[in-house]
């Protein structure tokens, strides 16, 4: 089929009726294949468990808690991408900050009584896994 076949096909087809047809095993992206992203993730499901059960009255918390446990992630995620280490390293460095903004908003949550102890102390382990690694990576 010629490039101008394609494309008379193209544009008869409604691509998003089209369904995406992924394979049974993907590839895994690069970041993907992080530990840190991994943990990272674990965390900001644990974040929104945190910020679900707080009761009214703190949103300025949950929603500091939440924009730094997404912006982890994506940073991660970002830098990955990066080609250079100059690059990669400050996207790391900067999801490492996020990650010291969300325990001290752990720290917070248990000062002012709105956080089990359970869930500090696991929130506190993932934090220090993916700022270990994270440093890691800035170097």
């Known amino acids: 089929m010629t490039v101008s ?3 008379a096909v193209s544009e008869r087809v409604n691509m998003s009726e089209v369904p995406i047809k992924y394979p049974q095993r993907r590839k895994m ?3 993907e294949r992080l530990d ?3 943990v990272s993730i674990k965390f900001l499901a644990l974040a929104r468990q945190i910020i679900n059960e707080l009761p009214r009255g ?3 918390l949950a929603d500091h ?5 997404r912006a982890v992630p994506l940073l991660i995620a970002e ?9 990669k390293a400050r996207f790391y460095a900067d999801a ?6 969300c325990a001290a908003c752990l720290d917070v949550l248990r000062e ?3 956080l089990e102890e359970e869930e500090f102390v696991r929130g506190k382990v993932l934090l220090e896994r993916q700022v270990a690694m994270l440093t890691r990576l800035c170097r």
């Open 5 to 7: 076949e394609r494309v």
């Open 29 to 31: 992206m690069s970041h």
């Open 36 to 38: 840190v992203y991994q």
């Open 58 to 60: 703190n949103a300025d």
């Open 65 to 69: 808690l939440r924009r730094a446990s």
């Open 79 to 87: 830098g990955a991408g990066k080609r250079t280490a100059g690059h």
């Open 96 to 101: 490492r900050g996020e990650s010291f903004e």
């Open 112 to 114: 002012d009584g709105l």
